[in-house]
Every structure is written in C-alpha cells, then in structure tokens.
C-alpha cells in the first residue's frame, strides 16, 4: 500500500490525499472536490496555493 499524505483544499476546505511521491514544491495537483488547480507550496507540513488562469482573472 502507497503512504499518501493529506492536506487541506484551500478553495474549498476539503482534505486531499496525495501519494508521498507526489509531494513536492511546485507540482500541480486538483482537488477531487471541487476541481480548484492547486499547487505545493511547502511539503512538510503540506499547503497548497491556488492556481488561477490569466484569461479568467481577465473574463476572458
């Protein structure tokens, strides 16, 4: 069985569960949630950032 690791969706504050390996500044996951792009901003313990796309910050 994997290890994962959970942390906290901050767009909507559901857990996430991720596998060890794929615990790394930078990488970019989705919350199985609500869908938010999210990136690992510290791993130790896990945060994440939202990721947002220029076209919709612009309402494009």
Known sequence: MKKTIEGVCPACGSSIFLPLED??????VHCPSCGARLMVIDENPI???E?????EEDGL
């Not at 615990?23 to 970019?28: K, S």
């Open 47 to 49: 945060d994440f950032e």
């Open 23 to 28: 615990v790394y500044n930078g990488n970019v």
């Open 51 to 55: 990721i947002f796309d220029d076209d």
